[in-house]
């Protein structure tokens, strides 16, 4: 779901940033999300590209590129629409996709970037560690 390679490279790029910045995807993902679905619900066409041209943009900075490929198919089907004058009722699925993605990719940042994750290490609180006998008496 999450090229976490390239995650961890915006990550580094962005430094003491990325939390802050991260905090904005998540912000304009549920904004374009909320105006898709406006959009699909009024049957408004031209109001489906910019935020799925956003949300696109913004998942591919974050290496979310499953969420970024649901987000350009509505946005690229919505301009064709544009262009030949219908409404593009066949995005409803994707559109449901979208948010899920789009749920299970913030989980997954979540996840990512929460401090008890980053304290847990092997050995570390709630697992078993054998004791090295430091400490010890007769050791």
């Not at 799925?52 to 690229?76: C, D, N």
């Not at 995005?91 to 008890?116: G, H, M, N, Q």
Request: glycine share 10%.
């Amino acid at each position: 779901m999450i090229d976490w390679a390239y995650f961890e490279e915006t990550r580094n790029t962005l430094g003491p940033g990325f939390i802050r910045i991260l905090g904005y995807f998540r912000e304009d993902g549920q904004e374009s999300l909320r105006k898709i679905e406006e959009a699909m619900h009024s049957h408004d066409t031209a109001a489906l590209v910019i935020p799925a041209h956003t949300l696109k943009g913004e998942s591919r900075q974050f290496g979310a590129e499953p969420l970024a490929e649901v987000a350009e198919k509505i946005e690229m089907t919505a301009r064709h629409c544009i262009e030949v004058g219908r409404f593009p009722d066949e995005l409803i699925p994707d559109v449901v996709e979208l948010k899920k993605l789009f749920r299970d990719t913030i989980a997954a940042f979540d996840a990512a970037v929460s401090p008890l994750k980053q304290r847990q290490k092997p050995g570390g609180f709630g697992n078993k560690v054998a004791n090295t006998g430091f400490g010890r008496a007769g050791s």
